[in-house]
């Protein structure tokens, strides 16, 4: 079972930027697509951006459209999300998932999830 690793958060402040990974834990996640989601404090888990499997397509939440990119070089290639331009409102644990539709933004589509990775942006 491939589950999705997350890695590259921390605290930065607002304007900066930070990219974060999701690799496979064993393996590479071949054909599927992966989606990123995001948890804020005391809000429900929500739909930040999803790539194919191939890398070459791509679905945002308005949200975050024009900020963040998400990006993939192959299948078997890490997934990265550059998140720019962040603010205050972006703090919150990022999440790596598979096993659905890369452009589905219902977390309850996904089958697997990474542990989570924490940005804080401070004002």
């Known amino acids: 079972q491939v589950l999705p690793v997350e890695s590259g958060g921390g605290l930065v402040q607002a304007g900066d930027s930070l990219r974060l990974s999701c690799a496979a834990s064993t393996g590479t996640f071949g054909s599927y697509g992966i989606a990123w989601f995001r948890q804020r404090p005391g809000k429900e888990r929500e739909f930040v951006a999803g790539v194919s499997g191939s890398g070459g397509s791509t679905y945002y939440a308005d949200s975050i459209k024009g900020r963040f990119t998400i990006s993939r070089a192959s299948p078997k290639a890490t997934v990265y999300l550059h998140m720019g331009s962040l603010k205050p409102e972006d703090t919150a644990v990022y999440y790596c998932?598979?096993?659905?539709?890369?452009?589905?933004?219902?977390?309850?589509?996904?089958?697997?999830w990474g542990p989570g990775t924490q940005v804080t942006v401070s004002s």
């Open positions: 998932s598979t096993g659905g539709a890369f452009w589905n933004t219902d977390a309850r589509s996904r089958t697997h």
